[in-house]
């Protein structure tokens, strides 16, 4: 299952914005498949671990802060080269930049503000993926609980 999963977020101003459905419905047209989700809200430490490799930069309070800022739709998804193909589906971390069609380019509203988070490799996919779901709420295309871990 290695590589065929990412994780995803969809940040608090997507989802105050009401594009939870919208960006799922991307999701879906673009041959994902929802291994796991849920709908939560980060505390404070929680998202200062997430964002632990940005501890150093200008952003990294502020960042924090909005991803504190209200709840968040948390999923894994499966796709072949799941990592790559959802990094194309979602499209450059500035919206200004991505390309016309990506979910940041249609509903980001800002480099810090920008709709949703993918993992970066298969090996961020695995500990993001960890972070938020334990195996017994991940689930197979038949509806069953994940034997082995993705
Ligand atoms: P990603 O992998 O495309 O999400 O980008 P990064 O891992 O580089 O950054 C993590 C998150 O930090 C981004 O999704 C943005 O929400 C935020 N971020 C990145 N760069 C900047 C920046 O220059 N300014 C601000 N305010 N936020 C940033």
């Known amino acids: 299952m290695a590589g065929n999963i990412t994780f995803t977020m969809i940040k608090p101003g997507a989802v105050h914005n009401e ?14 498949r929802i291994v796991a989700m849920k709908f939560t809200k980060l505390r404070t430490k929680q998202a200062e671990v997430f964002y632990s490799v940005h ?34 589906l979602i499209g450059s971390t500035d919206p ?22 993918g993992s970066d490799s298969n090996e961020n996919a695995i500990i993001e993926s960890d972070f938020f779901f334990s195996k017994s709420e991940r689930f197979s295309k038949d509806g069953e609980v994940y034997e082995v871990a993705p």
């Open 19 to 32: 594009y939870i459905g919208p960006i799922l419905a991307k999701i879906n047209e673009a041959g994902f």
């Open 96 to 117: 200004e930049k991505a390309e016309e069609g990506t979910i940041r380019k249609m509903f980001a509203e800002s480099v810090q503000l920008n709709a949703v988070h």
């Open 55 to 88: 501890s150093e930069r200008p952003f990294y309070r502020d960042l924090v802060k909005f991803m504190t800022s209200g709840p968040i739709v948390v999923a894994i998804l499966e796709k072949p080269n799941a990592v790559d193909e959802y990094r194309k």
